[in-house]
């Protein structure tokens, strides 16, 4: 699947503007300000993964004297008849049938409301469709930062590679939610144990299964025994999720510990990803250089794991990708990136690929 063009209307600084992509590298370049991020952004909502955690009202043009309080986005894709697995057949069959250019359109207001051509489309059949990965300048946090941004990017990943799992993440913090309530008022969760247990041991064994595939990726692409990945805590081999959460949480001493703490203290909200260079941590053991350089190459394996899953290619977003990489590390980073054949969009201030073919895109 390839963005053959957009539309950026009333979205943060970019209004009416158009933009024909190419395939390969789309760098896009600019002083500060100029709002190549905010492309990016618009590009994420386009292909189903939201804003980069702007409130979407916030996301309205604020320099417009246009009374319409609403941003509209638009991309034209181009791709074959074969959708990715878990795509609602049913529903968009008619629209594949005969058709090889598609648009997705974007209305912004107190909300997001995406349509596939003129059939509305959820969040999580739009990224099965066109499958992205966006990496920003903070995403060196995903070895520098807490368990919860590691959680957060296996998640990412998690939702492609198992279309129920956005669903059953948020119906499982719901049960989480609940059960702290009744801690907190120090009422029994007996109520909860069993959905608690069946839908936080899916999810464990999800990323798992996600973080291991993610690892033999890794290892096969870059060839290198120094980096280690591990989900921790590791669940007993002889042990489904369910059952593994449904012993800890009925045993006695676990119930003494949770009611004193009055909150949930196991399952999926506890998660880490160990990521260890040597048999040490990365965060320590790495210089930043190395580890932003580390991170591009986790979004390059996590893109072949999608691609080799959903059977199509997928598309790149970095924000700044030259930030804290030096011209060495920019240039064997840029390779690998060219080297993958899918589509990337990448923002800079100014062009650091110069030997690599790409198209130019200037934000004024």
Same mark, same amino acid.
Not at 174 to 189: D, E, G, M, P, Y
């Given at each position: ?12 600084? /970019? ?15 600019? =002083? ?24 979407? !009202?916030? +996301? ?20 074959? #008849? ?38 509305? /489309? ?8 066109? $499958?992205?990965?966006?990496?920003? #300048? ?5 070895? @520098?930062?807490? #368990? ?9 990943? +998690?939702?492609?590679?198992? =279309? =129920? ?29 069993? $959905? ?33 990945? +591990?989900?921790? #805590? ?33 399952? $999926?909200?506890? @998660? ?36 080799? !899953? ?15 990489? @030096? ?5 064997? +980073? ?19 690929? $110069? ?10």
């Amino acid at each position: 699947m390839l963005i053959a063009s957009s539309l950026i209307n009333n979205f943060k600084n /970019i209004n009416n503007k158009s933009f024909n992509w190419g395939p390969g590298i789309n760098f896009i370049s600019g =002083p500060n300000g100029s709002g190549k991020t905010n492309l990016l952004e618009a590009l994420n909502i386009l292909t189903g993964w939201g804003t980069f955690g702007s409130r979407t !009202r916030d +996301c309205i043009n604020w320099e417009s004297d246009s009374q319409d309080q609403r941003a509209y986005l638009n991309s034209e894709l181009k791709s074959n #008849p074969n959708l990715a697995k878990g795509v609602d057949l049913e529903l968009y069959q008619d629209l594949f049938a005969n058709n090889n250019n598609y648009k997705v359109t974007a209305q912004l207001s107190s909300k997001i409301s995406l349509k596939l051509d003129d059939k509305k /489309i959820s969040n999580t059949d739009l990224r099965l469709i066109i $499958p992205s990965i966006s990496f920003q #300048p903070q995403d060196i946090n995903l070895i @520098d930062g807490s #368990p919860a941004v590691r959680r957060f990017f296996i998640d990412k990943l +998690c939702a492609l590679y198992f =279309p =129920p799992y956005a669903k059953r993440l948020s119906e499982f913090k719901q049960i989480a939610r609940h059960r702290a309530a009744l801690l907190r008022q120090n009422k029994s969760v007996n109520i909860t144990d069993f $959905p608690f247990a069946n839908l936080g041991g899916w999810i464990m064994e999800a990323r798992r299964i996600v973080s291991h595939e993610l690892a033999k990726n890794f290892a096969g692409l870059f060839n290198n025994s120094n980096i280690k990945f +591990c989900l921790m #805590p590791e669940l007993n081999n002889n042990l489904e999720g369910h059952a593994y959460l449904l012993n800890i949480i009925r045993d006695k001493n676990y119930i003494i510990r949770e009611s004193a703490a009055m909150r949930v203290l196991v399952g $999926p909200s506890h @998660d880490d990803l160990k990521i260890l260079f040597n048999g040490r941590e990365a965060s320590v053991a790495l210089s930043r250089g190395q580890k932003r350089r580390l991170v591009l190459y986790l979004i390059i394996a996590s893109g072949y794991l999608i691609s080799s !899953r959903l059977r199509t290619r997928p598309v790149l977003l970095f924000d700044d990708l030259a930030a804290e990489l @030096d011209k060495n590390n920019l240039r064997i +980073c840029g390779e690998a990136l060219l080297k993958t054949n899918w589509q990337i969009f990448v923002t800079g201030t100014e062009d650091l690929l $110069p030997e690599l073919d790409k198209n130019i895109y200037a934000m004024a």
